[in-house]
Every structure is written in structure tokens, then in C-alpha cells.
């Protein structure tokens, strides 16, 4: 079987190819060892308590990171209780949506606590017992202190060792307690982080298309990313608000029996106004916070997802004021964030001297005096809440956004699934009917559901719609399709017509069940297989895209390929079917991509009902003649098909029935010659053929797809032309750069010198610390957004997924925006701390000092020793997030195809393993803060030791006076030093966000606008002259030519159509012209010489008036469709355009350039999915407007091309024919003869 070869010769996916050399390579560099980590269970599975409170466990691997540079094989596996599938398990048991709760509690935030209730039971235990061992150690330095005056102490023990044990063993459950509250704490928090990803991702697959537009992708996004921070924060943090209140509580208590609970009551009174106040700022910074979250993201979304048109219309300085505007909003409420998060430190940070210093003065006040004894045992006393209190503000602000997001979670978990209006009968129930009652409250629009007698059978494939009242397409918030009532026999051929927006894609949307149903009856019986309007690819290798998930048999997939006319162009591919395909299919040009969801949709293994949305509009005639005899009328004979047409109209006569579109109502239906007879003035045979230029691979999508087709070599490929790629060509989306090591010094001072001030003058001037911070982020922000913008979309774009460049802009700048501060804020303020407590313990006697060098130097190498793993696995971590956000951005853009394919199920899978390998990672990262912590601790008691056993070993020669404070100031350092420490791995944990951002400073980018001399429109061009001088062009320096020595003069005023025939590469040339025009990648060699709301998308940037904008929108036959619309040009378009058609969404485009008025038009299949009647008035509106402007035309269908000057016919990157189409077709030879012939049409030349 030869045809066979281009796809079982094909070498693996280029990507796994290169992966797996790396890591050959990598491995041969490591250590040698029997098995990698990642093959091994995860050992935190079955260690004891002990190691799991010293973080033990994590030991192989922190020394390993020493060793080499950690890769994602040297993690072992996520445990299975911290799996995706056991959190739901544990979840689904006991949530319950819509209840109300006391408190204003939401029902996701209940469930959360009861989910995780244990954990939260051994947090707090663990927390009690840490306020214990402080306590006791309050009490042991009171006796100490005591032991030194010659006093009785509270142990009665005369041997002073005793109390030195007694000291060590409060020290040690102290530091072992808090190690051990945060590691729980920390694990809990990311198990709650990876459920709320989850749970927003299937809530996404199950989301009506009415919610759906509710929640821009950029919202959603935010809440797995942001919102899921948001709730580990909190229960990081939580402890905090356990131990800060309850420590405090006990501070009073015991000072109230030390010294009388009056003095007692005044310092608790100061202390909880304080409290009190910072719990109200906590709030305010809170809500600030959330005024933060969406609006950037949700802008900045849309630029990216946009990116070619903003560069075709060379929107980019427009685009980056637009969200410079937005940045500078965020800029000042993030000041006011950060002067609220000040002020709330800073109270709380004195928090425990005011309550010292009330104390101390009350007690005075009544007493007299206090001997120095009391005095010391009174600031251990209150040094049990001092870190406490300290944290605090962190923690309160941390409980006020979780609460937040907690509500955002739970709106979104609340809104409208999509309805159960079809429900799939499965052999085992043949025979039996199957209904369904459901009813519905109203959604926000109004409308009721009322779905009843809902039954299907395996035993015959046949469709029945009863709908005599509305069904509610909720994917258009202002269409209503009425009326419906129609019967489908099994096995037979139906097709759709109507003009644009009469409602023929929502018709198989009901039928899909992604439409409410208001009254009537829906009862289809059989499974479906479906291709939608706009193809859906994934960024996988075609043959996976065609499997979908089905298991691989040769011979269906060799016939498959045959009868969607593929398999020559997959031997075109440089790998065959194992090519891999971009984000969004974006080396594939729509031909390409339709072909290959109709190989999708007759692969599937088991289906009755076939629902084709019009894809044969993205193909050229014979093509789709092929296309359809093959496969709609041979693979799938036997099924139920039901087929949209904007174009192809010859081949109704060979339906059983066609139905009639107009205004959502089926204004007809019959036989062919029934609707011909009802419809007379139906012209069938002027819109005969297809399209006119050869079934090659081309994109009719919209202008922008083209731009990104060529940079993948669908040109049939020779030997020759393959050689001319690089071993990286192989590859299309680039893995995420990551730099290894520890983050670099000129990151930091990349960092600070954004302030505009120089980063030592930052060191000295802390006082201005935050509003350098807030400075450097906004000037950060705002220049790489620019370099964003500026990076060409073949070298970058085309390579990078959406998702990654998001998850820096939202994640990354987030720890810009809001931890990094923090965390440097933590650093000077505990640093400040430790050396007070350093110096005033070594005041004591210069063996103290002496000792403490050699710990001081254990701190730092242990500190610099666990850096390097704590850098690469934080990464690590960073690296696993972006397949996360990329699944999410893949699913939603590809519902409606995921659902009606049945694959929820698959997905959801798919999604756990990104969600849990990314889990693995952050849980590793925190645990490994914890070993660090645990370490830090112990060296913190063996320092208390060392004081404490001077002190009794020397007993009488120091005064009460400086026993007092070394020994009170050592216990500080239990809590302070290892926060420090902690604090500045944090710090450059942070910076790899930065180092992230700053990723951008090296991308490519397009030639600077400074070397162009900028020319007002309105006098350049002049007549729209365009000559192409032996034009040269790749899209990558390691990807052969497409374009190769091209050259024609176009008059000003001309109009010329560029076509090709089937498998000559045309449709990348003629991507690849429009490109070289637009300057969107530079030429390799050669010249082009040139002569000189809906109101927001056709004038985003006001530059229009409302009645210029209605006029256009009359010419182009869409002004009485809007003014049905209330809303008029005030009209929310939703996300993508998805409330309207694909055919309004191109009359929206044409509208835009109409309105621009330029000199020079471009039309890329600008009417390829509005019906032939709409179209031929656009072409006469086009013809009119465009009368004086030079026109380049991309179109299938010839009756669009015949009126044109000249005709271009592109051949392996050259220009073959040009002249007028009368001279070619005159010439039977002419390729452009063949095309025309191949269409099956008579011109009148």
C-alpha cells in the first residue's frame, strides 16, 4: 500500500524527538543512577511523622539540585491523596451548590472546609501546641532569670542544667510544631489551589453558551490562576489567624497572673483597637485587590488573541496606549493597596510594644516600680504574640481576597449549565423510551426551560424537532429561532440554506443541545459526529487531530485520508501526518483545517447523525465535489446527514429534503424541486462552483490565518526544500525558555533600575521603597507589553503559545505587582530584627559572639546548599503552569466540537494530569521551604541553647539587667532568623518572575517604525500602484522560501485576483504576498514599491462618527439586521464574536476596511461563509466603494473573480500567469483555464 507511506514512514513528533535527546543528553551529564525520581513513588507517601515535621523525606532531592540542574524526571510523582481525582472524590461528597449559609459563608468556601476538615483539625493542633512550647518557654527564661538572681524559680530545681534541658525541649517542639504547621498548611493550599482549577475546568465543559459569555476567557482565566492563588495564600496564611488571636489571648493571661490583670486589661484594650483597625484595612486592601484582577487581563487577552489584525491595520501604538490607560487605573489603586498594606504593618509591627509599654506604665502607675525580673519575664511574655501579631496583617488580607474569590469561584460554579435537551440512549436501553423532565428557573435573559419527552433509540438514526414556539440560541443573545417544526427520516441527506444570520448554524446548535429550549419537543436518536463552522484544531500532530481520541486502525485511517482528500498534501508535510500543528491550527490554512475536521468527524468509529456546518465554503469546487461524494455521500451513506451550504449550491439537487433559512424560522422545506417551486427566485445555478482556485491548502477564515499559514512548510515539500531546514524547523511551538542556576545579579538590578533610579540608591532610600517598587512595575509593564507588540507574528506569535505570553502577564506580574514588596518589605523588616537580637545577645560576653560565627556560616551555606533546588523547581513550577492555562484557552475555544463528540470525559482527564503535574511541582517547591525552615530552626535553638548554658555556667557574674536581655532577644531568633533567611529565598523565588517577564526583552522584533518615514494617509499612496520586484520571502531563517522571485506591476486602481491550482503551493504564495505587502516579515531578497461594544470593533479608536459608521454598515447589508437589535451600534459583541454568525463577523471586517477608506484593499476570502445572494450584493458594494482603489482578491468561488483586471496564478512560489481573465481563458492551455473548467461554470468573457 504506497499511499500509505506518508504517514507510517513519518518519524515520531518532533517535539517527544528532541525531548528525548535532551534528557539522553542531560542524563549522560548527571550522576549515575538506578532509576530517575520521577519513576519511583513519591516517598512522602509512606514517611513517618518525624521525617515529615523535619522535611526529611525531601532530602535526596534537595541534595541532587545541588549536584545538577533540576529537570521535571528528577521530581518523583504527585501522592495520590494530593491527586486531582481524590480532591474531587473528597469534594463532590460534600458540596451542595445554591445553599445558603450563615455568616455569608459560600457554599464552595463550606465545602473547601469540609473537605479538608482534618487537615484543618492538625493545623490547629499543631498551632496549640506551638503557643504552648512558647509559653513554656516564657516560663523557663522567667525561671532562668530567676535561677541567676539566687531566687526560688517556678521548676523548684536548683541544678541549672535542668532548666537548660527544659529550654531546648520548649525550643525544639516550637520549631518542629511551626515546621510542621506549615508544611500541612502548604500542602492543603495547593490540594485546594489544584481543585479550584479543576473544578473551574469542568465547570467550563459544562457551561451554557448563554454563561459563556458572561466570562471573557481573560476572566476565567483569572480564576485559575489568580483566584487559585488566592485561596493557597489563605491557607497558608491561616495559621496565622489561629496563632495571632489565641497567642495574644494567652500573652494577657499570663501577664495578668504575673502581674495584676488591670495592667493586663489596658495593654489588651490598646491591643484590640489596633486589631480592629487592621482587620478594616485588611478589608479595604482587600477590595482594592479585586478591582485589580480583571480588567488588564481581560484586555490584554484580547490584544493577543487579535494580534494579526492589530498588525494589519498597524494598531499597535493605539493598542498600547489603550492598555497603558488601564495600567495607570491599576497603578493608582495598587498605591493605595500598598500605602493601606504599610500602615497596617507598621500598626501591628508596634503592636507589642504599645502593649509593653501600657503595661509596664499602668503597673507603675499603681505599684511603684518593677524589678528587672518581672521586667524581662513581661517581654518574653509578649514576644509569644510579637511574630504573631507581625503576620497578622498578612493573614487578615489574605482571608479578605480568599473570601472574594471565594464568591467569584461560586458565582461561576453557580451559572447555567449547558441543558440535558439531548440525551444519548446507549444499546443496553434499545427499545425503552428514555424521558427527561426538566425545568429550569429563567436565566438572566428571561427565558424559561421546558424540556419534555425526550426519546432515543440506537435502532434507527433519525431526527425529529417539534419546536412550535422559541428556542433560544444562547450562543446569540438576540436571535430566536421560532417555529421550528420538521421530521427527519433516518439515512437521509438534508441540507440548509439561507442567507447570513437567518439562523442555519443555531438550527444544529439546537440540535446539539446548545440551545434553550422554551417550549416543543427535541427527540434525536443516535450518537453524533459533527464538524462546526469554525474548524477546531488542537496543537497536536494531524493524525492525533483525526484520531481524537480513537484507537489507530490503518485501513480506516488510510481510507479516511483518501476521502477527505488528504493524503497528497500530508506527503507534501515534512512529517507526514506526525507534522505537528500550532495553537490553534496555526500553520494550517482553512482548507487544511476543515479537511482535517471532516477526517475527524468520518473517522469516529460509531455515529448516526452527521452535522456538517458548512465546511465545504473553506474548499474550492472539485474539492468539494470530491469531499462530498466520498465522504457525505459515501463513507456515511447509511447515517443521518444534515449539511449547511453558503456556496457549492449545485450539489443541492442531491439532497432528500433542504431546508430554507430566513430570520430563524424554516421558511420552507421539500425536495429539491419543491423548494425551487416555492422559491423561484432562488438563482441555483449562477452560484453553481465552489471555488476557483484548486483544492490547495488555504485559509478562508478570515485575513489573518493566512499570515500565520505559511510559516510551516505546507508547500509541497521536495527533497531539496526539506534540506533547506534546520533540526529546530522540526519543531513548531517552542518549549518556555528557562534559565538555570540561581536567578542572576543583573536581574536584580534590571529590577531596580526600572525605577528610573539607580538599585543602590533603592537599598538606601527604603523609605520610598514602595513607590519604587510600584514604579518599577509599571514601567516594566508597560515596556515589554510593547516589545510584545512589537514582535514579529511569524518569529514569535506563530511559535508561542497565547497561554504562556497570558500566564506572565497575569500570574508573573502579579507577584510583581503585590508579593515582591511584600516580600522585600518581610526581609528589612525581619533582617532589622535578627541583628538586634545578634548584637544584643552577643553584648553579653565576646564567647557568644565567637560562637555565633561558625552558625552564622552554617546558616549561609545551608541557605546557598538549598537554593539551587528551591530556584529550579519554582521553574519547574512555572514551566507546568502554562499547559495548564493552554488546555483551558484549547477547550473553550473547541466546546461545542468536545461536547458533541462526547469527550468531556477525556478532557477532564487531560486536565488532571497538567493540573497535577503542576501540583507536584508547587508542592514540592513549598515543601521544600519547609526543609529549609525546619534546618534554619534548629540552628535558631542551638543559639538559644548556647546563651541559656552561658548564662548558668557564669552564674553571679552578670547583672540581672544584661542576663535579661541576652537571653530574652535569644528567643526571638527562633522565629526571626529563620524568616529572614526564608524571606530571601522567597525574594528570589519571586524574581524568577521577573526573570520571566523579562524573557520578553530578548524576544525578536520587527523592524524599528523610526527607520520607515511615516506618511499621512490621506497623501500616501497616491493611486495605489504596487510593483513586486523579484520578491523573496521565508518566515523563519531555517524554513526554505516561499516566495521566489516574484515580479508584476499592478496599476493603480487595478483589480487583481492571486489563485493557484490544487497541490501547486499556491495558497501559502498567496498568504505569503499579503504578508510581503503588509511588512509583516521581512523579505529575504527583492522589493514592494508602493506609490504612494460593535461601534468599538468597526471604530476602536474613535475615529469615525455614528453615521459613517451606519453608512458602511448599509453597504455592506447588515444595517436592518442590527436595527432589530435594540442595542443598535451599542451592541456587546462577546468574546470572539461568538453572538454572531461567521458570515456577520466577515461583514464586520469588510465594514472595517470600507470605513478606513484606503487607497490599497486586501480581501482574503472576505465572503467565504455569507450565502451567494449576500454575497454578490457585497461584490457590487465592492465593485462601487472600491472603484478607484488597487483590490488584492483571495476567493473561492470564480463568479467573485471574473469582474477583476488581472489575474495572478501562483506556481511553487512564482508567478506563472498574469494577465486579464479573458486572455488566460482564452488560452486553453492556462492554468487559470484548467481552474475555471474544473468549476463547472460558463462565463460571458
Known amino acids: 500500500m504506497e499511499s500509505i507511506q506518508h504517514y507510517v514512514s513519518a518519524p515520531s513528533t518532533p517535539r517527544s524527538v528532541l525531548a528525548n535527546e535532551r534528557i539522553a543528553n542531560e542524563s549522560n551529564a548527571k550522576p549515575a543512577t538506578t532509576q530517575l525520581f520521577s519513576q519511583l513513588p513519591n516517598p512522602l507517601s509512606t514517611a513517618s511523622v518525624l521525617a515529615v515535621m523535619m522535611v526529611q523525606w525531601l532530602q535526596p532531592l534537595v541534595g541532587l539540585g545541588a549536584k545538577h540542574v533540576l529537570e521535571k524526571e528528577d521530581i518523583w510523582p504527585i501522592c495520590a491523596n494530593d491527586s486531582c481525582a481524590s480532591l474531587q472524590s473528597r469534594f463532590r461528597m460534600v458540596y451542595t451548590p445554591h445553599k445558603k449559609l450563615p455568616f455569608g459563608l459560600s457554599p464552595v468556601a463550606m465545602a473547601f472546609i469540609a473537605t479538608f476538615k482534618r487537615e484543618i483539625l492538625v493545623v490547629l493542633g499543631s498551632c496549640l501546641l506551638y503557643i504552648f512550647a512558647l509559653s513554656s518557654q516564657s516560663y523557663v527564661a522567667q525561671a532562668v532569670l530567676q535561677f541567676l538572681a539566687g531566687e526560688v524559680n517556678l521548676f523548684h530545681v536548683e541544678n541549672g542544667y535542668w532548666l537548660l534541658v527544659f529550654m531546648a525541649a520548649a525550643s525544639i517542639l516550637a520549631a518542629s510544631s511551626l515546621t510542621y504547621v506549615f508544611f500541612v498548611s502548604s500542602r492543603t493550599g495547593a490540594n485546594m489551589r489544584s481543585l479550584v482549577m479543576d473544578l473551574v475546568y469542568q465547570k467550563s465543559l459544562r457551561l451554557s453558551c448563554v454563561a459563556r459569555q458572561q466570562y471573557s476567557t481573560g476572566e476565567v482565566l483569572t480564576l485559575m490562576s489568580v483566584d487559585a492563588e488566592r485561596v493557597f495564600t489563605v491557607m497558608m496564611e491561616s495559621p496565622w489567624l489561629v496563632v495571632g488571636p489565641v497567642s495574644f489571648v494567652i500573652s494577657v493571661v499570663l501577664i495578668g497572673f504575673l502581674f495584676d490583670f488591670t495592667s493586663a486589661a489596658g495593654g489588651a484594650v490598646t491591643l484590640m483597637v489596633v486589631s480592629i483597625a487592621s482587620v478594616q484595612f485588611g478589608n479595604t486592601i482587600a477590595r482594592i485587590q479585586h478591582d485589580l484582577l480583571d480588567e488588564r487581563v481581560k484586555v490584554t487577552s484580547e490584544s493577543l488573541q487579535g494580534i494579526r489584525v492589530m498588525k494589519f491595520y498597524a494598531w499597535e501604538e493605539l493598542l498600547a496606549h489603550r492598555v497603558e490607560k488601564i495600567r495607570a487605573k491599576e497603578i493608582a489603586l495598587l498605591r493605595k493597596f500598598h500605602l493601606y498594606q504599610v500602615v497596617n504593618t507598621v500598626m501591628l509591627f508596634l503592636t507589642p510594644a504599645f502593649l509593653s509599654g501600657v503595661t509596664f506604665g499602668i503597673y507603675v502607675a499603681v505599684n511603684g516600680k518593677i524589678s528587672v525580673i518581672d521586667a524581662f519575664t513581661l517581654i518574653a511574655m509578649v514576644n509569644i504574640c510579637r511574630t504573631a501579631l507581625i503576620q497578622l496583617p498578612v493573614a487578615i488580607s489574605a482571608y479578605s481576597q480568599a473570601r472574594i474569590a471565594f464568591a467569584r469561584i461560586d458565582l461561576y460554579l453557580s451559572s447555567d449549565d449547558k441543558t440535558a435537551d439531548v440525551v444519548v440512549v446507549t444499546p443496553a436501553l434499545e427499545g425503552n423510551e428514555v424521558s427527561t423532565h426538566t425545568l429550569r428557573e429563567a436565566s438572566e435573559l428571561g427565558f424559561g426551560v421546558d424540556c419534555n419527552g425526550l426519546s432515543f433509540s440506537r435502532s434507527s438514526s433519525s431526527v425529529r424537532a417539534s419546536m412550535p414556539a422559541d428556542v433560544r440560541d444562547e450562543e446569540r443573545r438576540s436571535f430566536r429561532l421560532e417555529g421550528v417544526d420538521l421530521e427527519i427520516d433516518n439515512g437521509s441527506l438534508v441540507m440548509i440554506i439561507g442567507t447570513v444570520g437567518a439562523g442555519k448554524s443555531s438550527l444544529l446548535n439546537a440540535l446539539l443541545g446548545e440551545m434553550t429550549l422554551k417550549r416543543g419537543s427535541l427527540d434525536l436518536r443516535g450518537d453524533v459526529s459533527y464538524v462546526s463552522q469554525e474548524t477546531w484544531i488542537r496543537n497536536l500532530n494531524v493524525r492525533d487531530n483525526i484520531l481524537f481520541g480513537e484507537s489507530f486502525d490503518v485501513e480506516r485511517y488510510e481510507t479516511v485520508l483518501e476521502a477527505s482528500e488528504l493524503t497528497m498534501d500530508l506527503r507534501a508535510l515534512p512529517h507526514g501526518d506526525r507534522t505537528e500543528i500550532g495553537e490553534r491550527g496555526i500553520n494550517l490554512s482553512g482548507r487544511q483545517k476543515a479537511r482535517v475536521a471532516i477526517a475527524r468527524a468520518m473517522y469516529r468509529s460509531h455515529y448516526d447523525v452527521l452535522l456538517l456546518d458548512d465546511p465545504l465554503s473553506a474548499v474550492d469546487s472539485h474539492v468539494a465535489h470530491g469531499i ?102 522540526q519543531q513548531l511551538i517552542q518549549e518556555e525558555d528557562r534559565i538555570k542556576g540561581t536567578v542572576a545579579s543583573d536581574v536584580y538590578k534590571t529590577y531596580f533600575d526600572e525605577s528610573g533610579m539607580n538599585g543602590l540608591v533603592v537599598i538606601f532610600l527604603i523609605v520610598v521603597f514602595y513607590t519604587t517598587c510600584v514604579r518599577t512595575s509599571k514601567n516594566l509593564h508597560n515596556d515589554l507589553f510593547r516589545r510584545v507588540l512589537g514582535a514579529p507574528v511569524n518569529r514569535y506569535f506563530d511559535v508561542t503559545p497565547v497561554g504562556r505570553v497570558l500566564n506572565r502577564f497575569s500570574n508573573d506580574l502579579d507577584q510583581v505587582d503585590s508579593v515582591l514588596p511584600k516580600d522585600y518589605q518581610i526581609v528589612a523588616q525581619h533582617a532589622s530584627m535578627a541583628l538586634g537580637s545578634f548584637v544584643v545577645s552577643a553584648f553579653v560576653s565576646y564567647w557568644i559572639a565567637v560562637a555565633y560565627i561558625p552558625i552564622i556560616v552554617v546558616f549561609v551555606v545551608t541557605a546557598r546548599y538549598f537554593k539551587k533546588t528551591s530556584c529550579e523547581v519554582k521553574r519547574l513550577e512555572g514551566v507546568t503552569r502554562t499547559p495548564v492555562y493552554n488546555l483551558f484557552s484549547e477547550t473553550l475555544s473547541g466546546l461545542q466540537t468536545i461536547r458533541a463528540f462526547k469527550m468531556q470525559d477525556t478532557f477532564k482527564l487531560l486536565n488532571k494530569k497538567v493540573v497535577d503535574e503542576n501540583a507536584n511541582m508547587y508542592i514540592t517547591y513549598w515543601s521544600a521551604g519547609r526543609w529549609l525552615a525546619a534546618r534554619l530552626d534548629m540552628l535558631s535553638v542551638v543559639i538559644i541553647v548556647i546563651v541559656t548554658a552561658y548564662l548558668v555556667s557564669t552564674k553571679g557574674q552578670l547583672s540581672a539587667m544584661t542576663a535579661g536581655l541576652s537571653l530574652t532577644y535569644s528567643l526571638m531568633l527562633t522565629a526571626v532568623v529563620q524568616w529572614v533567611t526564608r524571606a530571601v529565598d522567597h525574594v528570589d523565588s519571586a524574581m524568577t518572575s521577573v526573570e520571566r517577564l523579562l524573557h520578553f526583552r530578548n524576544i525578536p522584533q520587527e523592524e524599528d517604525a523610526s527607520d520607515c518615514t511615516p506618511l499621512n494617509s490621506s497623501v500616501w499612496p497616491l493611486q495605489g500602484a504596487i510593483k513586486f520586484d523579484n520578491l523573496c520571502l521565508k518566515y523563519r531563517p531555517e524554513l526554505p522560501l516561499v516566495l521566489r522571485g516574484v515580479s508584476m506591476d499592478i496599476r493603480g486602481g487595478e483589480k487583481v485576483d492571486i489563485c493557484g491550482r490544487t497541490g501547486a503551493g499556491k495558497t501559502l504564495t498567496k498568504s505569503s504576498l499579503m504578508i510581503a505587502l503588509f511588512r509583516i516579515c521581512e523579505f529575504d531578497n527583492g522589493s514592494v514599491t508602493i506609490d504612494g461594544p460593535l461601534r468599538e470593533n468597526l471604530n476602536p479608536f474613535g475615529e469615525y462618527s455614528d453615521t459613517e459608521i451606519w453608512t458602511v454598515l448599509q453597504q455592506v447589508h447588515m444595517a436592518d ?125
Open 1121 to 1245: 439586521s442590527l436595527a432589530k437589535w435594540s442595542a443598535g451600534l451599542d451592541f456587546e459583541v462577546s468574546e470572539c464574536g461568538d453572538n454572531l454568525s461567521v458570515g456577520q463577523r466577515q461583514l464586520v471586517c469588510i465594514g472595517r476596511a470600507l470605513l478606513k477608506n484606503s487607497k490599497i484593499v486586501v480581501l482574503d476570502e472576505g465572503t467565504a461563509n455569507v450565502d451567494t445572494a449576500t454575497d454578490a450584493l457585497i461584490q457590487a458594494t465592492i465593485r462601487q466603494t472600491f472603484a478607484d482603489k488597487t483590490v488584492l482578491t483571495i476567493a473561492h468561488r470564480i463568479n467573485t473573480i471574473m469582474h477583476c483586471n488581472k489575474i495572478a496564478v501562483m506556481d511553487a512560489g512564482q508567478v506563472v500567469e498574469f494577465g486579464s481573465p479573458a486572455d488566460l481563458l482564452a488560452q486553453s492551455e492556462s492554468i487559470f483555464a484548467s481552474l475555471a473548467k474544473h468549476s463547472e461554470e460558463k462565463f460571458l468573457c
Open 628 to 729: 462530498f461524494d466520498k465522504c457525505i455521500m459515501g463513507l456515511a451513506k447509511s447515517k443521518t446527514r444534515i449539511l449547511v451550504l453558503n456556496s457549492h449550491y449545485d450539489l443541492i439537487n442531491r439532497a432528500d429534503k433542504v431546508l430554507v433559512m430566513r430570520d430563524g424560522t424554516i421558511a420552507g422545506d421539500g425536495t429539491y424541486e419543491e423548494v425551487m417551486a416555492m422559491f423561484p427566485e432562488l438563482d441555483m445555478t449562477q452560484t453553481a462552483s465552489g471555488n476557483s482556485d484548486g483544492a490547495g491548502w488555504h485559509s478562508n477564515h478570515d485575513p489573518t490565518q493566512d499570515k500565520q499559514a505559511p510559516v510551516k512548510t505546507s508547500v509541497p515539500a521536495t527533497g531539496a526544500q526539506i534540506e533547506e531546514g534546520t533540526e529546530d524547523s
